[in-house]
C-alpha cells in the first residue's frame, strides 16, 4: 500500500480499498473498469497492485496437507447419535412420572422389572457361555496390515499429537511426500511419494524427526529400526 | 477465443448455481431431519472449510473440532434458516464464528507471539521462502477480525458483500478491516515496500 509520506494514508484511498476484490476477481465490474481506468495513470496504484497480487497468490498457494474427512465425520455422527440417545432418554424419563402416576401402574412396573433382570440373567449366562467358545476377538489393531492399502500408499507414518501443522508439512515437503489418506482413528497417516525420492531415503528422513512416532514402509520388509519419539 | 472464454464464464456460472440449488436442497433435507443429507454437505465442505481453518490455527485437532462444532449447529439450526442469503455463506459465516469463539479460547491459554520476537533484518530479500515466512509472521501478528478479513477475501475468495453477511457485519466495517490488515501488513513487511518491478520479479 503506497503512503503519503508523514500521513499514514494512501494515496489514492477509495481506488486502494477496491483493490482486494479488484485482486481476488470479486469487485463489481463498474468499479473495475474504474480502477482499470485510474491504474493506466496511477503508477502509485500499480505498485501497490503488484504487492496485493503477491500477498494474494502467497494465501491462496497450495498446501500439501490434505485433510481426509472420514473420521472427523465418524466423530460428528457419534457425537449426533450421542445427543439422538440422550433425547430419547430425557424423553423417556419426562414421560416416566406421569406413566406411574396410580399404584398399580408401579406394581406391574415393578413385576416387568423384576422379570427383566432374570431374563437378562439367563442371557448373561447364555453370553458367558458364548464367549468361552469363540476366540476372543484383539483388542488392538496394528498400523501395518490391517487396513487396506490406499492408491500410491508407500509409507504408513504416525506424528506426535503435538505436531502443528506447519512442522507436518515441512517434514513431507523434506521427505518429498504427500498425504493420501489418514489420520485413522489410531492417528495413522498414508504417505505417497511426491518424486524420484528412494522410499528408503524418505522413510530414514521421517524417522530421523523427534515429531515422528512410528514409519514403516508399506511396499517391502522393514526397513531397519523404527523411530522412537 | 473470445467465444471460448464467454463459454467458459456460462459454464462456470451454470455450475456455481448447481451447486447453490443442491446446497440448498441439502439444507432442506437436513432441516427435516435427514443425516444422510448432513453427510453430503459435511463432505462437500470439509475439504474448503478445513483449508481455510488451517491457515488459522495450527493443529488438527481444532481444524476437525471447529468443523464438527459448525456442523452441529447447521443441524440444529437448518429449521430455523430463511434462506435469505446462499446456503454457503450461512454455512462459512457458522464456522468464521466458531473459529472466532475457539481463537479466542486458544488465546487466553497462550501467549500472544510479538514482533519482538522475529528476527530483526535477517531475511535474504531474494528468497522467496523467507519472504513467504515474513507474510505468515505479519498474519499471525494481525488482530484476529482483520486475520479473517484478509483470508476469507483472499484465501476463499469471497467479495466484500459476502463477508458482511458471513462476519454478521456493515461493509464499512470490513473495509475498515481490510485497510488495517493491508496496512499493518506493509508495517510488518518492511523489506517487501519495493518498487512494483521487484515484486514483479519476486511474485511472477
Redesign the interface.
Given at each position: 500500500?503506497k503512503?503519503v509520506p508523514g500521513t499514514?494514508s494512501p494515496v489514492h484511498p477509495d481506488i486502494?480499498?477496491l483493490i482486494?476484490?479488484y485482486?481476488?476477481?470479486?469487485?463489481g465490474e463498474r468499479e473495475r473498469r474504474r480502477v482499470d481506468a485510474h491504474l493506466a495513470q496511477c503508477?502509485h496504484c500499480?505498485?501497490e497492485?503488484?504487492?496485493?497480487?503477491?500477498?494474494?497468490?502467497?494465501?491462496?498457494a497450495e498446501?500439501a496437507?490434505?485433510?481426509m474427512?472420514a473420521v472427523?465425520?465418524n466423530?460428528?455422527?457419534a457425537?449426533?447419535d450421542g445427543i439422538e440417545t440422550g433425547e430419547a432418554a430425557d424423553a423417556a424419563a419426562a414421560a416416566k412420572p406421569r406413566r406411574l402416576s396410580m399404584p398399580w401402574q408401579g406394581l406391574m412396573a415393578a413385576s416387568v422389572a423384576v422379570i427383566a433382570v432374570a431374563l437378562s440373567f439367563l442371557a448373561g449366562d447364555r453370553w458367558l457361555q458364548n464367549r468361552a467358545r469363540a476366540a476372543a476377538p484383539p483388542d488392538y489393531h496394528t498400523v501395518t496390515i490391517s487396513e487396506p492399502r490406499a492408491p500410491g500408499e508407500a509409507i504408513r507414518a504416525v506424528f506426535s499429537?503435538t505436531i502443528?501443522?506447519?512442522e507436518l508439512q515441512s517434514i513431507l515437503d523434506e521427505a518429498q511426500l504427500r498425504i493420501v489418506s489418514g489420520?485413522t482413528e489410531a492417528g495413522v497417516y498414508s504417505l505417497a511419494a511426491k518424486s524420484r525420492r528412494p522410499v528408503s531415503s524418505s522413510l530414514a528422513l521421517l524417522r530421523s524427526h523427534a515429531q515422528v512416532r512410528f514409519a514403516e514402509s508399506t511396499t517391502s520388509a522393514p526397513i531397519g529400526p523404527l523411530a522412537t519419539p | 477465443m473470445g467465444k471460448d472464454l464467454a463459454s467458459s464464464c456460462r459454464s462456470t456460472v451454470l455450475a456455481k448455481n448447481s451447486a447453490k440449488e443442491r446446497d440448498t436442497e441439502l439444507l432442506v433435507a437436513v432441516a427435516a431431519g435427514s443425516?444422510r443429507a448432513?453427510?453430503e454437505l459435511?463432505?462437500g465442505y470439509?475439504?474448503r472449510l478445513?483449508?481455510f481453518l488451517?491457515?488459522i490455527t495450527?493443529?488438527?485437532?481444532n481444524?476437525?473440532e471447529i468443523?464438527?462444532d459448525t456442523?452441529?449447529i447447521v443441524?440444529q439450526s437448518a429449521k430455523d434458516f430463511r434462506y435469505a442469503s446462499q446456503v454457503s455463506t450461512w454455512i462459512i459465516g457458522i464456522a468464521y464464528r466458531t473459529a472466532l469463539k475457539s481463537l479466542r479460547r486458544q488465546k487466553n491459554h497462550s501467549a500472544a507471539r510479538s514482533l519482538d520476537d522475529l528476527p530483526e533484518q535477517t531475511i535474504d530479500p531474494t528468497g522467496d521462502t523467507e519472504v513467504?515466512d515474513w507474510?505468515?509472521h505479519g498474519?499471525n501478528q494481525l488482530p484476529m477480525e482483520q486475520r479473517l478479513t484478509?483470508?476469507l477475501?483472499?484465501?476463499m475468495?469471497?467479495?466484500?458483500e459476502?463477508i458482511a453477511a458471513i462476519t454478521e457485519c456493515p461493509v464499512g466495517t470490513v473495509?475498515a478491516r481490510?485497510?488495517h490488515a493491508?496496512?499493518k501488513?506493509?508495517m510488518y513487511l518492511p523489506t517487501?515496500g519495493g518498487?512494483?518491478s521487484e515484486?514483479?520479479a519476486?511474485?511472477?
Amino acid at each position: 500500500m503506497k503512503i503519503v509520506p508523514g500521513t499514514g494514508s494512501p494515496v489514492h484511498p477509495d481506488i486502494s480499498a477496491l483493490i482486494p476484490w479488484y485482486v481476488n476477481g470479486r469487485i463489481g465490474e463498474r468499479e473495475r473498469r474504474r480502477v482499470d481506468a485510474h491504474l493506466a495513470q496511477c503508477a502509485h496504484c500499480r505498485d501497490e497492485l503488484t504487492r496485493e497480487q503477491w500477498v494474494y497468490r502467497s494465501m491462496t498457494a497450495e498446501t500439501a496437507v490434505e485433510y481426509m474427512p472420514a473420521v472427523s465425520l465418524n466423530r460428528l455422527q457419534a457425537r449426533l447419535d450421542g445427543i439422538e440417545t440422550g433425547e430419547a432418554a430425557d424423553a423417556a424419563a419426562a414421560a416416566k412420572p406421569r406413566r406411574l402416576s396410580m399404584p398399580w401402574q408401579g406394581l406391574m412396573a415393578a413385576s416387568v422389572a423384576v422379570i427383566a433382570v432374570a431374563l437378562s440373567f439367563l442371557a448373561g449366562d447364555r453370553w458367558l457361555q458364548n464367549r468361552a467358545r469363540a476366540a476372543a476377538p484383539p483388542d488392538y489393531h496394528t498400523v501395518t496390515i490391517s487396513e487396506p492399502r490406499a492408491p500410491g500408499e508407500a509409507i504408513r507414518a504416525v506424528f506426535s499429537p503435538t505436531i502443528t501443522l506447519s512442522e507436518l508439512q515441512s517434514i513431507l515437503d523434506e521427505a518429498q511426500l504427500r498425504i493420501v489418506s489418514g489420520p485413522t482413528e489410531a492417528g495413522v497417516y498414508s504417505l505417497a511419494a511426491k518424486s524420484r525420492r528412494p522410499v528408503s531415503s524418505s522413510l530414514a528422513l521421517l524417522r530421523s524427526h523427534a515429531q515422528v512416532r512410528f514409519a514403516e514402509s508399506t511396499t517391502s520388509a522393514p526397513i531397519g529400526p523404527l523411530a522412537t519419539p | 477465443m473470445g467465444k471460448d472464454l464467454a463459454s467458459s464464464c456460462r459454464s462456470t456460472v451454470l455450475a456455481k448455481n448447481s451447486a447453490k440449488e443442491r446446497d440448498t436442497e441439502l439444507l432442506v433435507a437436513v432441516a427435516a431431519g435427514s443425516r444422510r443429507a448432513l453427510e453430503e454437505l459435511y463432505l462437500g465442505y470439509h475439504r474448503r472449510l478445513a483449508r481455510f481453518l488451517s491457515r488459522i490455527t495450527p493443529r488438527y485437532e481444532n481444524v476437525e473440532e471447529i468443523i464438527n462444532d459448525t456442523f452441529m449447529i447447521v443441524w440444529q439450526s437448518a429449521k430455523d434458516f430463511r434462506y435469505a442469503s446462499q446456503v454457503s455463506t450461512w454455512i462459512i459465516g457458522i464456522a468464521y464464528r466458531t473459529a472466532l469463539k475457539s481463537l479466542r479460547r486458544q488465546k487466553n491459554h497462550s501467549a500472544a507471539r510479538s514482533l519482538d520476537d522475529l528476527p530483526e533484518q535477517t531475511i535474504d530479500p531474494t528468497g522467496d521462502t523467507e519472504v513467504q515466512d515474513w507474510l505468515k509472521h505479519g498474519l499471525n501478528q494481525l488482530p484476529m477480525e482483520q486475520r479473517l478479513t484478509l483470508e476469507l477475501a483472499y484465501h476463499m475468495g469471497h467479495s466484500l458483500e459476502e463477508i458482511a453477511a458471513i462476519t454478521e457485519c456493515p461493509v464499512g466495517t470490513v473495509k475498515a478491516r481490510m485497510f488495517h490488515a493491508r496496512e499493518k501488513l506493509r508495517m510488518y513487511l518492511p523489506t517487501l515496500g519495493g518498487t512494483g518491478s521487484e515484486w514483479t520479479a519476486r511474485g511472477g
